[in-house]
């Protein structure tokens, strides 16, 4: 089963501070991997897939990189509804995993 | 617009079995995969299975760690998918989700998803 480690657990930042998130994997998943994000009380939401497409409405200052084993969710500019967990998820092995998650919380 | 409507909050004993259902509208049922995914509280995501509806093509695939008590159907007549886990415990207790596969065929990107379904078990 292939591992992915999310850092850091929490990211205090303020509206308008830029957001990196990290998720690394225990072996090699190529490009497939997508970020997630998860509001309290609502099911999560796709936001990237194939580690760097948005995935539909997903507005342009979320952005996704990486290959391999090492991937970025970049938010350039965070408004106050991007204040929420967020998930990476990687399809490249079955069972399909995800990371145990990045709180964005406001600082 | 596509919607993946689940059914309501259950209660359970423990070695009850519940079953879960995720109604499908707006789109093609039959062209998009269903994943099921939970989330004990305060916890994180954990992929449970996922079901072909095309009542034409090879059926289900589930994660080892719930092979054996999950089992996932189609009714293509009502575009509906059910989930059901059997010989509940404790640690079951949880939101189940059911997620639509992001492209036709086989997808193992989740999008969109339903509303989730808390499933409790308690003695």
């Known amino acids: 089963e292939i591992v992915l480690t999310q850092s850091p657990a929490t990211l205090s930042l303020s509206p308008g501070d830029r957001a990196t998130l990290s998720c690394r994997a225990s072996q090699s998943v190529r490009g497939y991997l997508a970020w997630y994000q998860q509001k309290p009380g609502q099911a999560p939401r796709l936001l990237i897939y194939?580690?760097?497409y948005r995935a539909t409405g997903i507005p342009a200052r979320f952005s996704g990189s990486g290959s391999g084993t090492d991937f970025t969710l970049t938010i350039s500019s965070l408004e106050p509804e991007d204040f929420a967990v967020y998930y990476c998820q990687q399809r490249s092995n079955w069972p399909l995993t995800f990371g145990g998650g990045t709180k964005v919380a406001i600082k | 617009q596509v919607h993946l409507v689940q059914s309501g909050a259950e209660v359970k004993k423990p070695g009850a079995s519940v079953r879960v259902s995720c109604k499908a509208s707006g789109y093609t049922f039959t062209s998009y995969y269903i994943h099921w995914v939970r989330q004990a509280p305060g916890q994180g995501l954990e992929w449970m299975g996922v079901?072909?509806?095309?009542?034409?093509?090879?059926?289900?695939t589930y994660s080892q760690k719930m092979q054996g008590r999950v089992t996932l159907t189609r009714d293509t007549s009502t575009s509906t998918v059910y989930m059901e886990l059997s010989s509940l415990r404790s640690e079951d207790t949880a939101v189940y989700y059911c997620a639509r596969g992001r492209t036709t065929g086989e997808s193992n990107w989740f999008d969109p998803w339903g509303q989730g379904t808390l499933v409790t078990v308690s003695s």
């Open positions: 079901i072909n509806p095309n009542p034409s093509a090879a059926g289900t």
């Open positions: 194939d580690a760097s």
